[in-house]
């Protein structure tokens, strides 16, 4: 059944509604949701055998968008080329990060001084500690089903290429879905021009105490959120094509939220610790996140 019928009366969008909450509830709720969370649960069990490294939880957070995307793309009844274009995309984003985060995170060994911090109070009670990181795996969980709402809506919008069918809307949805492949290799150089970086500091060919302020990294203290940012507004945008898939929008707000009041905070906080008025002063002259 196609959900995105031209609302006209108001019986029309009242039907239109009632129809989509339904199926929200038919496909979100009683298959993605679950789906994210037992892939949490997967990655937790990874992480008891693959020796306790918390870096995992971010691998997982990507790779559970990628299992969100399959769900809503099993249950799409849009066109076949749409939903390939759709779930190519959301590959792509998902297995780019979550590749990068495996082998610069995961198997390198690297120690992710933000998790020592969150999990330092519960060191003495090892059981407490496993407690507290399988809640951070579930709560993730929940993060990404919010996160992951756009795609939802994504999978319902069957972009048209009849031109007696064609709209205005369709117009912001393909010049956002066009620029999604570009987000991405942005993010991912961003990732990768910090890590060159870290690297060379190991190496001793930077002094230990200098920033990254050169790249992307010169006009943003994080490029790599930006374009994760952009992104996922884009896939919000390209799902939009009436009133209520403007719902799409509340992925990539919740998104901004968990950045900017927990993700950015801890790292920032972290940074000042290490470097203090240096730190400030880039601050200072260094945009939080539009890169410009």
């Known amino acids: 059944m196609n959900y995105l019928i031209c609302l006209g009366s108001s019986k029309q969008q009242q039907n239109h509604i009632k129809n989509l909450m ?4 038919e ?44 769900v809503y793309f099993i249950f799409s009844t849009i066109s076949t080329p749409g939903k390939i274009i759709n779930i ?19 198997l390198a060994g690297f120690k992710d001084e933000r998790y020592d911090n969150i ?24 993060i990404v089903f919010v996160t992951s709402i756009p795609l939802y809506f994504l999978f319902l919008n069957d972009l048209t290429w009849k031109p007696e069918d064609f709209n205005g809307l369709n117009v912001m949805n393909y010049i956002a879905l066009s620029i999604i492949p570009f987000s991405i290799c942005l993010e991912a150089t961003a990732d990768i021009q910090l890590e060159k970086f870290k690297k060379q500091k190991q190496q001793g060919l930077i002094p230990r105490e200098d920033l990254m302020e050169t790249g992307l990294w010169r006009r943003s203290r994080h490029p790599n959120l930006f374009f994760d940012l952009v992104t996922w507004f884009c896939f919000a945008l390209a799902a939009i094509n009436d009133a209520i898939s403007l719902c799409a929008l509340i992925g990539p707000i919740a998104l901004f939220c968990v950045m900017e009041f927990l993700t950015t905070p801890l790292t920032e906080a972290h940074m000042k610790k290490k470097r203090a008025d240096t730190y400030a002063q880039y601050v200072a002259r260094t945009n939080k996140y539009l890169v410009m």
């Open 22 to 25: 339904i199926h929200f509830v």
């Open 27 to 70: 496909v979100a709720l009683i298959w993605a949701l679950p789906a994210i969370l037992i892939n949490k649960l997967i990655f937790y069990m990874i992480y008891k055998i693959g020796g306790n490294h918390e870096c995992i939880v971010d691998v997982a957070y990507s790779i559970s968008h990628l299992v969100a995307g399959m």
């Open 88 to 106: 190519l995309l959301v590959a792509f984003w998902s297995l780019r990060l979550g590749g990068f985060l495996c082998v610069t995170r995961v």
């Open 119 to 142: 999990f330092r109070e519960y060191n003495a009670d090892k059981f407490k500690k496993e407690v507290m990181v399988l809640v951070q795996f579930m709560f993730q969980g929940l």
